[in-house]
């Protein structure tokens, strides 16, 4: 589980990833691919989309948008910030974006695409949780 360092970067990252939950999905170079249409904030096609990651292809990719972007201001529970590089071995890097204020679609929408990444055939997969829960630490 992931989270934010600070109110300032979840303000950030609320703004820039619409809509919750969410799936954000990076390719193997590090840069980030559109799983689904970006002018619908509708994240039905995640479920499909997670179940057949290995297969799909011909997905628009922002080069702009990259793991670099993606991973500054997330930290491990551990307050640790999260480091990840390209050469891990994995075709696709996946955020999760979640919070416990969202109740039954955690478990609905989330423990859906957890299940059909563990369960990917034919290619490697790494994602992480991001929790968008407002963090106590962040009030002093």
Same mark, same amino acid.
């Given at each position: 589980?992931?989270?934010?360092?600070?109110?300032?970067?979840?303000?950030?990252?609320?703004?820039?990833?619409?809509?919750?939950?969410?799936?954000?999905?990076?390719?193997?170079? *590090?840069? #980030?691919?559109?799983?689904?249409?970006?002018?619908?904030?509708?994240?039905?096609?995640? =479920?499909? @989309?997670?179940? %057949? !990651?290995?297969?799909?292809?011909?997905?628009?990719?922002?080069?702009?948008?990259?793991?670099?972007?993606?991973?500054? *201001?997330? #930290?491990?529970?551990?307050?640790?910030?999260?480091?990840?590089?390209?050469?891990?071995? =994995?075709? @696709?890097?996946? %955020? !999760?974006?979640?919070?416990?204020?969202?109740?039954?679609?955690?478990?609905?929408?989330?423990?859906?695409?957890?299940?059909?990444?563990?369960?990917?055939?034919?290619?490697?997969?790494?994602?992480?949780?991001?929790?968008?829960?407002?963090?106590?630490?962040?009030?002093?």
């Amino acid at each position: 589980m992931m989270i934010l360092s600070d109110s300032v970067k979840y303000y950030e990252r609320f703004k820039e990833v619409q809509g919750f939950p969410e799936i954000r999905v990076f390719n193997k170079e *590090g840069y #980030l691919i559109y799983y689904k249409d970006t002018s619908k904030a509708c994240n039905a096609p995640a =479920y499909e @989309y997670t179940e %057949f !990651i290995c297969t799909t292809s011909g997905l628009k990719m922002n080069a702009a948008k990259n793991l670099t972007t993606e991973t500054k *201001g997330l #930290l491990t529970l551990n307050n640790t910030p999260l480091n990840i590089t390209t050469d891990g071995g =994995y075709d @696709y890097y996946v %955020f !999760i974006y979640c919070a416990r204020f969202l109740g039954r679609l955690n478990k609905d929408h989330v423990k859906v695409w957890q299940h059909n990444l563990e369960n990917a055939k034919g290619c490697k997969v790494k994602y992480y949780l991001v929790d968008m829960d407002w963090q106590k630490s962040w009030d002093h």
